[in-house]
């Protein structure tokens, strides 16, 4: 349909050959006839674009009265923790009575917070100021949460290391100078070392899990859709999860149930259950033992050539205890789980392109339009700051959208084939296990040319990025120590991958809940000459 216009503004910038100019990129050319014509129309459209831009936005108001935010500030040099682990500090009281009252939560620095500084683990734009609350922040306080600050996650949350972050470099709690685990890192590592009780991370590839999966936390992604994303900063809306890390699967249950559910705005969350419906919490409290639970153990999550054989030993030991508490243990195979990497990579280039670029569109949810203004247009000094890693988003991105047309939709098609086999498994076992990283946290690595700077991360999410292409629901619980690679004198925790059908959180949160109500993982280490 053509725009609808009566006259031109005298002073609109709309000027003969800009029609042509914008065509030409694609090799199309304007016939001469049409040109004019043409032209009256994209100056309707920008006199259209005009008036809407000098509308007032539409966010969600944040009661800033009930829940005052108290000193707001980036953390002092004495504040810092685990090398820098905050990336804002201050306080919001809950409310008093709700079931998290008395839980201290720390918040990724990718969820917006009414008043406090937003930094993405990044320096290539100025920091930017949210107006609104995100959805689970409101949930939280009216839960009786009291959150103690932002986290820090790494560059643009595109690593799964922890020394990416322009603000500096998060130490894992059990050994300085080895990685915390990304993007969710400063909060899994304040979570690990008992500094917060909670933290609410983002999870696009593995970014939940991998950092709770190094730190010794248990960190659920939830099923895709079940916890709103309002006012969280995306990167893939197909790919987008937000959920909980704590240090036992009760308080992961617990903050569950109060973030979950449609808030009306996002649309990733139009089939979740209505707020407060839910029950996990109070599932676990009367989960003792798994009678009649039916187990399978990923062949292909285990035999992944990047799998060290301790990891690997680790969580099969693991998994062989879930028969003392009554669950039956097979083997089983799905060949399709190795072509995870591949699609969620093509997934997250071309989409994560889009959204560096600002052209993410097509859903109705609450669009973060205050970051936009601060990070566009893009500049080549912006640019020469970004981590690698969004470099190669970008590269990657732009490159796979000249030479691949439609390959982002077949990779959509061909996730959703994975998905709707992983759920024919789901019909015969309750879940499915599998170590969550294939090693246990690396050293840190450092800045310098791409491939050296991406290194330390490549590989993390072979068993945590399918998922978040299917939107099964997966926990990683902590259940045991593994020497580091680099010096065996090193030992670092092991996480174990518990995966469920779409929706059945309450399966892998039972599994996890029985795990480590029976078992102490702290005591379950290997020996230092395991190879």
Known sequence: ???????????????????????????????????????????????????????????????????????????????????????????????????????????????AVAGVPQ????????????????????????????IHGTSTCENQCHSTSSYTSAQGTVENPHASGYSAGGSTSGGAALVAANLVDITIGGDQGGSIRVPAAFCGCVGLKPTYGRVPFTGVSSGDA??????????????????LDVISGYDG?????????????????????????????????????????????????????AAKKFEDLGASIEEVSLPEHFRGPALWTIQQRIAGTHTLLGQNTGRRGLYMTEMEQ?????????????????????????????????????TVNIGRQVSDKYEELFKKFDVILMPTTPVVAPKHGKRGLPLESLKPSMGLTVNTAIFDVTGHPAVTIPVGFAPAKEDPGVMLPVGMQIVGGLWQESK??????????????????LATDRN
């Not at 002092?76 to 990336?87: F, M, R, T, Y």
């Not at 197909?238 to 903050?255: E, F, K, Q, S, Y």
């Not at 640019?383 to 732009?398: D, E, Y």
């Open 1 to 111: 349909m053509s725009v609808l216009f009566t006259s031109i503004s005298k002073d609109n910038p709309v000027k003969p050959g800009d029609v042509e100019s914008l065509v030409e990129p694609f090799g199309i050319t304007i016939d001469p006839s049409e040109a004019k014509d043409f032209q009256t129309l994209l100056a309707a459209v920008h006199d259209c674009a005009e008036d809407i831009s000098a509308l007032p936005d539409y966010q969600p108001v944040a009661d800033q009265t009930k829940y005052p935010r108290e000193n707001v500030r980036r953390p002092s040099k004495d504040e810092q923790v685990l090398g820098h682990a905050w990336a804002n500090r201050f306080l919001i009281k809950g409310s008093q009575g709700g079931v998290l009252s008395g839980k201290s939560v720390s918040l990724k620095d990718v969820i």
């Open 508 to 525: 892998i949160l039972q599994a996890g809940h029985a795990w480590e109500s029976h078992f102490d993982w702290k005591k379950m280490r």
């Open 238 to 255: 197909i790919d987008d999860h937000v959920g909980p890390l704590a240090r036992n699967t009760l308080d992961v249950a617990a903050c």
């Open 119 to 146: 930094l993405l683990g990044s320096d290539i734009i100025p920091s930017w100021t949210p107006s609104t609350d995100a959805t689970v922040v409101t949930r939280l306080l009216d839960a009786g949460a009291d």
């Open 374 to 410: 601060a990070r566009l247009p893009w500049t080549n000094q912006g640019f020469q700051r970004a981590f690698p890693s969004t470099k190669n988003v970008l590269i990657n991105g732009l490159y796979l959208q000249s030479k691949f047309p439609g390959l982002y939709g077949k």
């Open 265 to 317: 705005i996002d649309d990733r969350s139009v089939g979740s259950p209505k707020p407060g419906s839910t029950n996990f919490a109070a599932l676990l409290k009367d989960t003792a033992r798994l009678d009649g639970f039916k187990i399978g153990l990923l062949k292909e999550g285990f035999d992944h050539d990047s799998v060290m054989p301790t990891v690997k030993h680790a969580v099969l030991t």
